[in-house]
């Protein structure tokens, strides 16, 4: 059983700093820009505190991946290439890209350049995994989150060499990945061309007598008791009324754990585990970090799984395994 690398997420330059020191193998990040798939204001990386995070990451032993996983504007690709080349010249270990056309700009011209496919590509069997791997030479694949552990293990012997790394901790999402229009039809901008899912600048936030409502553009997402923590207005885990009934219809605010069944995954032949949250702060990352480093060494030293709750930082406060189990089947 391969030990396979911790996958952490940074959203600044702090974030980096505390997912290295807590045990990251490998930070994943983006430029201050629409190249990346969370282009939040405050969030994100210049050119220059990029060169001094793969600096600190490489002094500590640790790789940079840089996410270029949004797909281009037609007819207006530079700003992406810039990314892919400016992520080459800074000494990234690796992009993660989705587009093809981005797939193949960066294998024409960095050759050297290790590509690693990303999840917003959609690629969940071999066929599609291998169209990338034979024609841009991929190395690694970012599964979407719809596989159980039984498909990944049979994915990963048809697929090899080619390395897989799934989510094991964070938001979920009730789109196909990649191909999400919800915040578009709200707001005009959406996570695969402007890299935002419910943009900061179209939320709003309205107190009255009875608590407070979210807002989205013009759309009231979800209704809070005065007591009941507000979460952030995004579509697809709206609460809305159907029948004369206010429910999730799409999704209950919910965090995927993996904690539980870390073996099963590393049994599997997963390459790496992949933590979500480039819009979280330090503390989160650092806390998620310092989890799952101690659960993947206690598997590895033949150890049992450590007892953490990590409830307190998820959506909601629930958890899930997700499609890995599949356990509503």
Known sequence: MIRPELICPAGTPAALRSAVEAGADAVYLGFRDETNARNFPGLNFSRKELEEGIGFAHDKGAKILVAINTFPKSGEPEIWHSAVDDAARLGADAVILADIGLLDYAKRSHPGLRLHLSVQAAAPNPIAIGYYAERFGIRRVVLPRVLTVPEIA?????????????????GLCVMTEGRCALSSYATGRSPNMNGVCSPASHVRYIESARGVSSKLG????????RNEPAGYPTLCKGRFVAKGKASYLFEE??????????????KAGVTAFKIEGRQRGRAYVAAVVQAFREGVDAVMAGKPLPDIDLA?????GRQTTGAYEKSWR
Do not use: C, K, Q
């Not at 013009?218 to 008791?225: K, W, Y």
């Open 154 to 170: 049979d994915l990963n012997e048809a697929i090899a060499p080619i390395e897989t790394e799934v989510f094991v901790f964070g």
């Open 218 to 225: 013009d759309f009231t997402i979800n209704e809070f008791g």
């Open 253 to 266: 605010p919910t965090s995927l754990n993996t904690l539980s069944i870390l073996p099963e995954l590393m």
């Open 312 to 316: 307190h930082i998820t959506e909601g």
